[in-house]
């Protein structure tokens, strides 16, 4: 879940090759949720996933080329500023990053690799410490015929990274290896044959994690042992209903009070409202609402937990919802064109 500092502003990435404004910053009205562009800047190609630092000061965004790069902004009141050039992180097609130990990590889908860049103490980025290199496949011959890193995310209590991977249908759990930077395989944790994990999300206790998969419509509730970094899988549960048709879950987020979960369902075109049991070892579809576009390729919660965001890639807009903190159900508000959107975060 990308929740950070007191989110009265957005930032919006999206894919500049089909035709997407680049990094798109927006007032956030804190009553209705409702979004007000304010600055544009295309000085990197396709900045799908972005990560803003805990102090709001600095931006880091994925450029997803078949290069691969990562590139750092000053925030200002003007909008980002780039510091430098993009840097290649020697992996192809980023999707996503996180921020950890000193490092920006990447995970770089088509070479199913994840990299480390140092993050140098004025923000600016250095180039990669290492790459770690994902090994494995899946039944899926389409989508599994190698490793495809998806996700990157530290765990709540700051010890371990995770890192998903659609095309091994597995979550691997690292630690820094202090000298050389990289990031260390401690685990490997293999979910069924061919659900294809995309993304995951901690319950805010810091004891569950939630992996959303993509191939198979389904979530995967693991308990969390930061102690050892041990994740261990239970049930795993649909997220649509049966007759859905063909869908690509690609994002879940958790609310604060542990008490639901939401995922954004590509070709579905919905957002699906999930209950967590008290334990938060078990989820239970409640209903689906229309996210409101095409393709929504990220969701995100706001930080207040009241606003739900998603980023429709195929109908260029991000349309956001009130959340009734009774039911989960959210309640759609509004929209904002930003052609191929593809992520939203918060400073």
């Known amino acids: 879940m990308r929740t950070t500092g007191s989110g009265r502003r957005a ?55 078949s290069e691969g790069a990562a590139a750092a ?21 980023p999707t996503h990053l996180t921020l950890w130990a000193g490092h920006l990590f990447t995970a770089n889908y088509t070479s199913g690799s994840v990299s480390a860049l140092c993050v140098r103490a004025d923000g ?15 039944p899926n011959p389409d989508r599994q015929e190698g ?71 389904t979530v995967t509730p693991c308990r969390w042992d930061a102690t050892t970094g041990t994740l261990a899988p239970l049930t795993e549960t649909a997220i649509l209903p049966p007759d859905a048709g063909e869908n690509h879950p690609s994002e879940l987020v958790v609310s604060p009070d542990g008490r639901f979960a939401w995922a954004a369902n590509r070709g579905h075109d919905s957002i699906s409202v999930l209950a967590l049991d008290p334990s938060g070892e078990s989820l239970s579809l409640v209903t689906t609402v229309p996210c409101g576009g095409h393709w929504p390729r990220d969701l995100a919660l706001h930080p207040d937990g009241r606003h739900l965001y998603a980023a429709n890639e195929r109908s260029g807009d991000v349309t956001w919802f ?8 959210p309640e759609a508000g509004g929209s904002l064109a930003v052609a191929a959107a593809s992520c939203v975060v918060f400073v």
Not at 23 to 38: H, Q, R, S, Y
Not at 177 to 186: L, M, Y
Not at 322 to 329: A, E, I, Q, R, Y
């Open 11 to 65: 930032y919006i990435g999206s894919f500049t090759s089909a035709g997407g404004p680049g990094i798109v910053t927006a007032a956030v009205d804190p009553e209705t949720g409702a979004l007000t562009p304010l600055h544009a800047t295309a000085e990197v190609a396709d900045p799908s996933y972005l990560a803003p630092t805990p102090d709001g000061r600095h931006l880091y965004a994925v450029s997803e080329t």
């Open 73 to 93: 902004f000053a925030l200002t009141e003007r909008g980002p500023v780039l510091l430098g050039a993009p840097v290649p992180v020697r992996g192809a097609a």
């Open 147 to 217: 490793p495809h890193a998806h996700g990157v995310l530290p765990d709540p209590s700051g010890s371990r990274l995770l890192s998903v991977d659609l095309g091994t249908d597995s979550v691997r759990s690292c630690e820094l290896d202090p000298a050389s930077g990289a990031p260390v395989v401690r685990q490997e944790v293999r979910l069924r044959p061919g659900s294809g994990p995309r993304h995951l999300a901690f319950h805010p206790r810091g004891s569950h994690a939630y992996v959303v998969n993509e191939l198979s419509s």
């Open 322 to 329: 009130s959340v009734d903190t009774t039911t989960g159900v």
């Open 124 to 138: 600016t980025l250095a180039e990669p410490a290492a790459v770690l290199q994902h090994e494995g496949r899946g």
